[in-house]
């Protein structure tokens, strides 16, 4: 018990800052953190720092959240693309212009009515379907639904066989048709594997609660993306769904997509 | 049963000697690997000799699908703290068998990984400043066949097709 | 049944190895653009973001949609107790099993991590139809495997019957499966089809068949063995009515999709517009592939000329081919609805139709499963007893007595 108390505290306390005082601390915690992490569930007072902060990195995903984001036509502009480059920045994807081959996770749409010459631009993304067709098709289980509902491609059992692309409604996916080189720490990707938008799933498990295109977007003055919570009631997101309503591509798919669009 | 139980024996043992000789030339002064940044590994070092792959493996899937993060035994603290600058400045790539510290061993024993073709074989800051020079360089962070975009449009096209292997 | 021999063809002749070594440099050659392909990814095919099916799953799917046909003949034997067919039995089940080797070769060495197939074989999504043919094929080998030993050893034959019954059955399956590969992607305004499934089953019949009558005859007038124009007639007959099911089944599909307004644009590519597929779908598929053969079958001046019947097959192989084609790869050039009927742009090409010019690898990779289905056939009936020594029309009638 003391132990999972010790481990709790070092937890709370872990500074964010330099790697090695995380690999000091590493070393200090105790042998078999694994084993521990089950304890901490149900320890007393722990509950305490759970709601404070994100999920502690040694404690699984659960669906008591599902992310998602919600998208705001109105509040998108068509010449901005900031959401695309901070996307290919945060992953390392840098897809070359005209390029049919390269991985784009994140594109700028632009939807034009035919008979009123009204058009539109926004971002699609992998649409993160509560029910992902991706995830019916894929032979090995690589394409995956986390519990909080991120989906995701475990490039490690992925044998790149691109059904999941000719499943998805959305053009969502990639195939990594090249020798790749400097990929970042955190998107690893390579050759003959399919990926993604993941959702910044490494930003959201490191507790940022939100993703790289949100983030650039409200630094850009737009704020037309919100990721959320769509379990909780009281999230941004869920408020203003509830408030303003919203629409999922192809929703007559029935796939319950987490990315929702407002002012479509 | 009883036949898996000693080929896992006889494996772990000959692992173990191997490792055992192994580390004799990793030690010595003759090393190019430049040293890691701590002076204690997570494991104990003989440990994680005969283990390492056990641990990586089993964290893999702990991360992927259930979201764990704990930085004890993830890659990426592995390379934070092993894959350390040489006397110039320069981060070994795992292509480089004798200065990567994982290389280094991996090549030894001949032992084949595929970690790599995906994961980053250096910490994030020196992937972070190799893209910054390539940039300043003028070349593009994309990495691929350096093609114009209408080459790329055209790419599957026979011709380009037979150039671009011959050119290699 | 006392009157057919069976017996493995002579491999000494100067033509035999001829053969042996033009199809495995062939095999050897498909490898090598195989390996190459997975060393450099497939920037070196002509595959992308938006066809990300090329060339050798026309070819992989042909081959297997064509091995499941193969076993026809032995089916009309066991199944439907036409005994003039029995002694065609054996040569039948080798060519479907070899047939699938070859398809199942070119779809694994065209996987973007061909070393992970063991993962493939071991970890299952059971949701996954993908999932599912690996079990339909590997069954299919065990199943056709085993009904080829009981039709060959002679204290097992009394049960091939039954062997042969379950082997139907499960090659209507399996070509139910490789046809539900494509009719169950409810995105694709192409596939979404419930017909895709029977569709399959009706191309493999002719598919097989052409392959079968090609096989039958190279073997015996290569190694000058009798056979008669009676059961080559019966074949010829056959293969006449699958070409004209396969037909009926294209119009019914266009039709029904013409029949609702929201499929008028997919369509109108396919039929119309499509360029390249438009060709492949009138020229290859329509034309060579149906209305020629059809007519070289029944007209009576053609009855008992073998020319004419190479020529036939060949042009069922090659409109197959293209139907196949205009199937997987027109399905995927024409963009995906993300807005139905609104206009769509991206840098990612949404609403544009994608060129696609297979590349010399791919090409020489899916010719290199049929010549790895060809070798393994050419192997095994020289080693095994699959062929009669004489299929000459006098036999033929004695059986038939």
Same mark, same amino acid.
């Given at each position: ?130 029910? #992902? ?132 | ?168 | ?356 010019? #297979? ?28 062929? #009669? ?13």
């Amino acid at each position: 018990m003391n132990k999972v108390v010790t481990k709790a505290y070092q937890l709370l306390r872990q500074p964010k800052a330099k790697v090695e005082q995380e690999i000091d601390q590493s070393k200090r915690s105790f042998v078999g953190g694994l084993v521990g992490a089950s304890g901490l569930a149900i320890a007393p007072g722990v509950m305490l720092y759970e709601t404070a902060s994100a999920k502690p990195a040694d404690q699984p995903v659960t669906n008591a959240v599902r992310w998602g984001m919600l998208v705001n036509v109105n509040q998108c502009t068509e010449d901005c693309n900031a959401c695309v480059t901070a996307c290919n920045d945060e992953h390392g994807l840098w897809p070359e212009e005209g390029s049919t081959t390269d991985s784009q996770w994140i594109r700028k749409l632009t939807v034009k009515d035919p008979t009123t010459n009204h058009s539109k631009s926004f971002p699609v993304m992998c649409q993160h379907c509560e029910h #992902p067709p991706c995830v019916d098709v894929c032979p090995t289980r690589a394409s995956f639904k986390r519990e909080d509902g991120i989906v995701l491609v475990n490039m490690h059992t992925c044998i790149g066989c691109r059904y999941c692309m000719m499943a998805c409604p959305y053009k969502a996916r990639s195939f990594v048709h090249e020798v790749l080189e400097n990929q970042l720490p955190s998107t690893p990707r390579g050759k003959g594997c399919v990926d993604s938008c993941n959702m910044c799933v490494h930003k959201v498990d490191a507790g940022e609660n939100t993703t790289a295109c949100a983030e650039a977007c409200a630094t850009d003055g737009h704020q037309a993306i919100v990721f959320g919570d769509l379990n909780d009631p009281e999230s941004e997101i869920s408020k203003s769904l509830r408030d303003f309503g919203g629409t999922q591509i192809r929703a007559d798919l029935g796939l319950n997509t987490g990315v929702r669009y407002q002012g479509i | 049963m009883i036949g898996v139980t000693r080929i896992n024996v006889l494996w772990n043992v000959s692992i173990a000697l191997l490792l055992f000789f192994l580390s004799a030339p990793l030690i010595a002064d003759g090393s190019k690997v430049p040293p890691p940044k701590g002076d204690q590994c997570v494991e104990d070092p003989e440990w994680m000799r005969v283990k390492h792959f056990e641990t990586v493996l089993h964290q893999r899937d702990e991360t992927v699908i259930r979201g764990i993060r704990t930085e004890k035994h993830s890659l990426k603290n592995c390379i934070e703290c092993h894959i350390t600058p040489n006397a110039n400045g320069d981060y070994a790539r795992y292509s480089n068998s004798e200065e990567h510290f994982c290389a280094s061993c991996h090549t030894y024993a001949a032992v084949a990984i595929d970690c790599f073709q995906c994961h980053a074989d250096r910490p994030e800051s020196a992937i972070r400043e190799a893209l910054k020079r390539q940039q300043a360089d003028g070349t593009d962070p994309h990495q691929g066949l350096q093609m114009s975009a209408n080459d790329l449009i055209l790419k599957s096209n026979l011709q380009s097709n037979l150039s671009s292997a011959q050119s290699k | 049944m006392e009157t057919v021999r069976y017996s493995s063809i002579a491999a000494n002749s100067a033509k035999f190895w001829a053969l042996l070594i033009g199809l495995g440099s062939i095999t050897l050659i498909g490898l090598l653009s195989a390996h190459h392909m997975e060393v450099e990814g497939h920037i070196i095919s002509g595959m992308n973001n938006q066809i990300v099916w090329g060339l050798p799953h026309v070819f992989a799917i042909f081959l297997i949609v064509a091995a499941s046909g193969a076993l026809n003949v032995a089916s009309i034997a066991s199944v439907f107790g036409k005994v003039e067919y029995k002694p065609l039995a054996r040569l039948s089940a080798l060519l479907a099993l070899a047939l699938l080797a070859g398809g199942l070769a070119v779809l694994v060495l065209d996987l973007g991590r061909p070393d992970r197939l063991i993962v493939a074989m071991t970890v299952y999504n059971f949701k996954s139809i993908f999932a599912w043919n690996i079990f339909l094929y590997t069954g299919f080998f065990v199943i056709v495997g085993i009904y080829l030993w009981w039709m060959m050893d002679y204290s097992m034959q009394k049960y091939s019957k039954k062997a042969g019954l379950v082997a139907f059955i499960w090659r209507v399956i399996l070509t139910t499966g490789t046809g539900s590969i494509f009719g169950f992607l409810v995105a694709r305004s192409a596939y979404d089809t419930a017909m895709l499934a029977p569709m399959f089953i009706i191309m493999s019949f002719a598919f097989g068949m052409a392959f079968y009558i090609l096989v039958l005859l190279a073997a015996y007038s290569w190694t000058n063995r009798p056979l008669g124009d009676f059961i080559l007639n019966k074949l010829r007959s056959l293969l006449g009515v699958f070409i004209a099911s396969i037909m009926y089944f294209v119009v019914v599909y266009h039709l029904t999709n013409l029949y609702a307004t929201e499929h008028h644009q997919v369509q109108k590519f396919l039929l119309l517009e499509g360029g390249s597929y438009t060709a492949m779908f009138w020229i290859g598929q329509v034309i060579i592939g149906g209305l020629i053969p059809l007519a070289l079958i029944y007209m009576p001046q053609t009855k008992n000329c073998r020319k004419t019947l190479v020529a036939v097959c060949t042009m069922v192989i090659l409109g197959g081919l293209a139907q196949v084609y205009v199937i997987v790869i027109g399905g995927q050039a024409f963009p995906l609805e993300l807005f139905p009927g609104m206009e769509i742009s991206s840098s990612f090409f949404d609403g544009q139709v994608i060129q696609y010019i #297979p590349s010399i690898w791919e090409i020489l990779l899916g010719i290199a499963g049929v010549a790895i289905a060809l070798l393994l056939v050419t192997v095994g009936v020289a080693v095994l007893d699959f062929l #009669p020594d004489s299929l000459s029309d006098k036999i033929t009638a004695e059986i038939k007595k």
